[in-house]
Each structure stands twice: as C-alpha cells, then as structure tokens.
DNA sequence: TCTAATACTTCAGTAACTGAAACAACCATG
DNA sequence: CATGGTTGTTTCAGTTACTGAAGTATTAGA
C-alpha cells in the first residue's frame, strides 16, 4: 500500500513545505493587514507599490501583476479616484497610457512600506550569519 | 537626510525579505495553477483542502478561511453544486450544517495535492542537510 | 418560559478578475 | 503612401469573492 505512482515525499521536506505554506499564510495576513490600515485592497496596494518605483505603462501593469489588462483599467480608475495615481500619455507612443503615483500615492506607499512589519519581526529572532544562510538557501530554492 | 525616524533596515534584511516576497509569489502562483487544472479557484482549492481532512461547520471553515461565514455560503454552494462537497446536518446540533467532502470531491482534492509541484522542485536542489537548516530557519522565524 | 446568543442563509453592494469586442495609433509591406 | 495586421487601452457582460446587515432557526441560560 506504500507504493504508488507519486514518489514518497519524506518528512523532512513535507515539514519544510509546511512550513513554506505557514510563512506564505502569514506574508499575506500582514499584507492585507498593512494594506487595508491604510484603506486599500490588496491588488490596489501591490499596484501602488509598483508605481512607487516608476511610472508604468498598464500593459506592464497587467504583466507584473499577472492579470489581464482590462483588470488593470479597473484597479487604476479606483486609485486615480482618489487622487493616488494619475494617467500620463507616453510622448513615445501615443496608444500607451502612463500610469503613474502622485504626491499622495507616493506617501501612501512609503507609509504603506512601513508599516509592512514582516520585514522587521519574523527576522528579529535570526544573527546575521543566520540571515546570510537562510539567503543562501532561498536563493538557491528560487533559481532552478 | 539618511536619519528618520523609521530605524534604516540594512541590506541584507531587505534582500532576504525581498526573498520571502519571491517565495510567496511562486507558492501562489504555484498553488492558483494547481487548482485551476481541476477548474477550481483559489478560494474553492483552500477549502476542498480542509474537508479533504475532516467535515467541518460552516463557522469554523470561516474561521479557518479568516472570512465572514457569509462568504463560506457561497463557496459551499459552488462546490456543492459540483458534487465536491456535501452539507449534512449534525446530529448534535440542529443549527450547525456540517460541510464535508464527497468521494469525488476528496479524488479532487488528493489530485491538488498531488500537483503541487512546489513540494518538490524547489527543494530538490537543496541537500537533507540544508533542509534541516531551512527548517531550523523557519521554524525560529514564525515562532516569536 | 422568555430572552440572549449562536449558526446559517439571504440580500445588497463592492472589488477583482476574465474574455470578447471596439477603438485608436503604430508599423511593415507592397 | 496606402492598407492591413498588430498593439495598447478601454468597455462590457458575466463570474467569483468578499463584507455587513438583516432574517430565520435552534440552543442555552436566567
């Protein structure tokens, strides 16, 4: 009865994606946390915060966030509504919309960034050696 | 113009966190693919995997999912309706309506289970040596 | 028993999302 | 340089997820 198609998976790993699953729940739970403190959804928040760093065509948008554009449209009208993100046009290319943060959305998103208490937290608890492994070994987990 | 009052985060700290962004994004991406190769939504997948372990109350799936048990409603209807999951009334208490998984549903289910590669490939460049490292890792990180 | 709390559903109302269709602007080819 | 295909965005219809308020049972407590 132990022998099926799937390969075992080992306790060991079993636990580890366990506990993968457990940091992802928590990533997520502060995410939102973070986010609607400040009166926006998550998809609004992971957009703005994209927009912090530069102004992006929504077909970009849509790429990084991956979604369709039309989505985008929606999720930007919301931010532009209020006053956090604005419509350029592209001197470049006349059909391309700019989306970009305002004043007010940068400060948002700075805020928002802050109060993000996953980056200080959960790594309290760790040495900088223990930090320097754990990169190591997400880095290596990411990069197949 | 580098003192605020924000204490400033040093390099390496912002680049594991950058990191665990990575990893959660993989694990969602991972996990939305998973399900939606069994026509299932995110939302649908979390769920099927909790009574793919036992029936449980509409509140506490609420309670599990971290949602209004008004929003459990809907998504029990949906999978119901697709003859994943059942509702039967529990002997014990009249009010309570116990969702549990049929036999298709827990087929489903194991099925979810099965292709979520993420339980494999990303750990299989790493040794039994540095998953027991990661895990010492983790574990430290989400129990403050 | 009468009342308060509990479990679930129903009903607006909003947001996120998809896919198709429309429109404008770009671009390449003849 | 015309024209036809491609690209970027929006609009629209339709689904799901979600909240919060009200409504209906049922249970439990004074």
């Known amino acids: 009865m132990a022998t099926h198609k799937t390969p075992p998976i080992d306790p060991l790993t079993l636990e580890v994606v366990d506990l993968i699953g457990t940091v992802v729940a928590r990533y997520h739970e502060e995410y939102e946390d973070a986010a609607s403190e400040h009166a926006l959804t998550g998809a609004q928040a992971r957009l703005l ?3 912090s760093l530069e102004p992006l065509p929504m077909r970009r948008l849509a790429q990084k966030l991956k979604c369709e554009p039309s989505n985008v449209t929606g999720i930007v009208d919301r931010l532009e509504a ?10 470049a290319d006349r059909r391309v919309k700019l989306a970009a943060a305002t004043a007010e959305g940068l400060r948002v998103a700075r805020s928002l960034r802050e109060s993000l208490r996953f980056a200080r937290e959960p790594l309290a608890g760790l040495s900088r050696e223990e930090r320097v492994v754990l990169r190591g070994l997400l880095t290596r987990m990411l990069s197949p």
């Open 49 to 51: 915060s994209l927009l």
């Open 82 to 91: 209020r006053g956090l993100v604005e419509r350029r046009p592209d001197p």
